[in-house]
């Protein structure tokens, strides 16, 4: 059952993608071939249900699959916790493509397209503040299962601590508190803004949460490869190092890729960085879901069984 449940987990994002991609090839055509300036954009043309509901599944699905190492495995929680708040705050930036106003007629004047704009900050408040709600019940369970984990360990007789429902704390403490403190981080600085300046929300949050969120992503990429060529990763403790070059390989077309393809693209250019980082995640997922093909969930991260890996 877990074999098959992160298979189709890992096929479902794919899936997802496509289906983002598919309805902005809709949407492009609907415009007259009339391209917003980004993915992101799209928001406030009918692809937004779409948009925001694929980034809610890519952030639910990497939150919710374990990785081999605590590198992978920590890294991509930080960034699907990000990746709602890329979808649920709009970016600021859009061109008219498109745009339509609540009655259906297309917006002409620049005045038109900052009222549609404004429109949607009541939508965004909603949003955000029932995710700064969630977030901060999931980090006071998390941060009540550390302690009591830290609380309970108890060594076994091998000298290990003994697998409690509560040992991830326990079996390496700097691996669960470092990821948790980030977390805590990012979730005050959003509510600090949220509540002091929410003019900073609706013009920057979305900017910076999708460019570290791509990051996030990008450094999972990396300690996988790092990971198959430790061995730590690999079936069996074996280093894989076709599996590490086809990691590394990613990563670097990725950063680098986007970095090039910003300098080149003459217009829209964050369109096509968007374009070429969610086309390399997609491809990224079909990549992960060969190399695991016969793996189903690893042990728990932080449990003597991995960090014995």
Known sequence: MALRTYRFLRLGVVGVIALLAVSLWKEYDRAGNCLQGSISAYYYTPVRSV????????????????????????????????AP??????????????????????VRTQAEQEALIEASHTAV?????????????MLAGLLIIGIVGQLRARPSR????ASTPWTSAAAHPPAYWIPWA????????????????????????????????FV??????VAIAVDKLRGEGGRGGSRDR???LAYGTLSVVM????????LLADTHPTFWVEAWMVFWLAVFWVLQTWDRWYDGAPGKPGSPEVLRT
Request: with cysteine; charged share 10%; glycine share 10%.
């Open 242 to 244: 076709r599996w590490a």
């Open 182 to 213: 980030t977390a805590f981080a990012l979730w005050a600085f959003g509510v600090y803004k949220f509540s002091q300046d929410r003019s900073w929300i609706f013009d920057r949050a979305h900017m910076y949460s999708a460019i570290v969120l």
């Open 158 to 161: 091998g000298g290990s601590t």
């Open 85 to 106: 708040v890329v979808a649920f705050v709009p970016t600021a930036e859009t061109n008219k493509c498109g745009l339509r106003d609540p009655a259906g007629a297309k």
């Open 51 to 82: 948009f925001v509901g694929a980034l809610v599944t890519l952030g639910l699905v990497m939150v919710a699959l374990w990785g081999k190492s605590l590198w992978e495995d920590n890294l991509f929680n930080l960034a699907g916790i990000l």
């Open 255 to 262: 950063a680098l890729g986007a970095v090039v393809v910003r």
């Open 125 to 137: 408040s909603n949003n955000l503040f029932a995710y700064l709600a969630v977030i901060a019940l």
């Open 216 to 221: 996030l992503i990008v450094g999972a990429i």
